[in-house]
């Protein structure tokens, strides 16, 4: 497609539930980032891949968060015993260059995967 | 660590005024810095970007930013408000050599006829 897909745009789940969500980038866009919007904050920053690596974690909140990228494009974040503070909009969003390093790359953002655990 | 301040959450504004939109970064070395919009039901896109060129940045839609060192500030504005103007604006901020950009809490911009 012509931009960032994300899927599903909603997902409502119980509290100790195993969540997947999926981002599918730009064609050709090496960079990959997932962020987590709660409501009334801005975009967090979790995960930054370029390629199939992760190369900054940094801003995932623990251990039961973890996200893949296994061929360099499509990328899932996997939520594992869910919490109600889970709750928010996770954006993905991609870019044409590595990093954000002199020709400053633009992200382009999905709409979004809106996550509300019961 | 790198930060953004928003000031206020909500702006309100008629059709035709000016709009500003305040934003202040916290940061040991000019970053760079990106303003970035949300429409009702779509995901962000870029507005306009800094990147240590000219310090009076022009973007999309009529907006421009200029980034003013001395008051660690990057303020958003546009002569004339339209009514698709109607969005949450967020200020974000980057290290040079960074991989990632640290989003200020969001201004939700109001737009009366």
């Known amino acids: 497609g012509a931009g960032v897909s994300q899927t599903p745009s909603n997902k409502v789940t119980e509290k100790g539930k195993y969540v997947e969500l999926r981002c599918d980038p730009i064609?050709?866009?090496?960079?990959l980032y997932w962020y987590r919007q709660s409501l009334g904050q801005g975009p967090e920053f979790l995960i930054y891949?370029?390629?199939?690596?992760?190369?900054?974690d940094s801003g995932l909140p623990n251990d039961r968060f973890f996200a893949v990228r296994p061929e360099g494009s499509v990328s899932t974040l996997k939520i594992q015993r869910t919490e109600r503070g889970d709750s928010a909009v996770y954006l993905c969003?991609?870019?044409?260059?590595?990093?954000?390093?002199?020709?400053?790359?633009?992200?382009?953002f999905g709409e979004g995967s809106r996550l509300t655990v019961l | 660590a790198q930060s953004v301040t928003q000031l206020g959450s909500h702006v309100s504004v008629s059709e035709g005024a000016l709009v500003l939109l305040r934003c202040n970064y916290s940061?040991?070395?000019?970053?760079?810095l990106f303003w970035y919009v949300q429409y009702p039901n779509q995901g962000l896109q870029l507005l306009l970007k800094?990147?240590?060129?000219?310090?009076l940045v022009k973007g999309i839609n009529g907006f421009e930013a200029e980034f003013k060192k001395s008051e660690t500030s990057f303020h958003l504005t546009k002569p004339s408000a339209h009514m698709s103007d109607a969005a949450e604006y967020f200020c974000?901020?980057?290290?040079?050599?960074?991989?990632?950009?640290?989003f200020g809490a969001g201004t939700i911009l109001r737009v009366k006829s």
């Open positions: 891949f370029q390629g199939t690596g992760a190369a900054d």
């Open positions: 064609s050709g866009h090496t960079a």
């Open positions: 940061s040991s070395v000019p970053p760079y």
């Open positions: 969003a991609s870019s044409s260059r590595p990093g954000l390093a002199g020709g400053v790359g633009e992200l382009f």
């Open positions: 974000a901020v980057s290290e040079i050599g960074g991989n990632k950009l640290v």
């Open positions: 800094y990147t240590s060129a000219a310090t």
